[in-house]
């Protein structure tokens, strides 16, 4: 129950601890449930728009949340699909972590203008080693990554959150315009997934703002 509410809380579109009001009835809602009492969640939404305009914040609630929802999956090396990540990572909630853009900005800035989504966004963040971070600088993601096992790779970015979509093009040697695009809305699909199965047996609701807003 208690990681369900955690999940729930962490990324349900509305705030619920707006003020001491809203947290004072959290408080009761938990004792109520730690004394066996009956609880229910209110129904969870999501907003896809939420995820996809997500950028790094030492203090932002959805910021720390998505970071927890990577490493809560205990992501593996790329190089080394046997070693943990976070063991190696050392993470502060600092103005400027060690944060890996999966498509790294300075090669955006040179591969293309036709980008409608933010480079920064936490939906092109993985949890990589320094060292590895390193190696790969400003490289085409398809280009560092035919550096690794591509056949291994599946399993291994399933626990990152990653879709096999960049996969598939580094087999192909090929890298679409839209890429960053196309990439973004499918790992948001596989949040999306990853939250499902945290919050089963919950009412699960997803919307999207940004049609709304253009």
């Not at 190696?135 to 398809?142: A, L, M, Q, W, Y």
Request: hydrophobic share 35%; charged share 30%; glycine share 2%.
């Amino acid at each position: 129950m208690l990681n369900k509410y955690f999940w729930f809380y962490s990324f349900h579109t509305e705030e619920k601890l707006r003020n001491t009001t809203h947290l004072r009835n959290h408080v009761d809602w938990l004792e109520r449930a730690k004394q066996g009492k009956e609880v229910k969640f209110p129904d969870f939404v999501l907003n896809k728009n939420d995820l996809r305009d997500s950028s790094y914040s030492s203090r932002g609630r959805l910021s720390r949340s998505i970071l927890s929802l990577l490493s809560s999956q205990e992501p593996k090396d790329w190089k080394y699909k046997d070693s943990s990540v976070l063991k190696d990572v050392y993470y502060h909630l600092t103005d400027k972590p060690n944060l890996h853009h999966i498509f790294p900005l300075n090669f955006l800035d040179n591969f293309t203008d036709e980008i409608e989504v933010n480079k920064n966004s936490l939906m092109n963040i993985a949890y990589i080693p320094q060292k590895t971070n390193l190696e790969i600088s400003d490289k085409n993601p398809v280009n560092y990554l035919k550096e690794y096992n591509l056949e291994e790779l599946d399993e291994v970015f399933e626990d990152h959150l990653i879709p096999n979509e960049l996969i598939q093009w580094a087999k192909k040697d090929y890298l679409p315009e839209d890429a960053l695009d196309v990439f973004i809305e499918k790992r948001i699909d596989c949040f999306i997934d990853s939250l499902e199965n945290r919050l089963r047996e919950l009412n699960f609701n997803v919307i999207d703002s940004k049609g709304e807003e253009s």
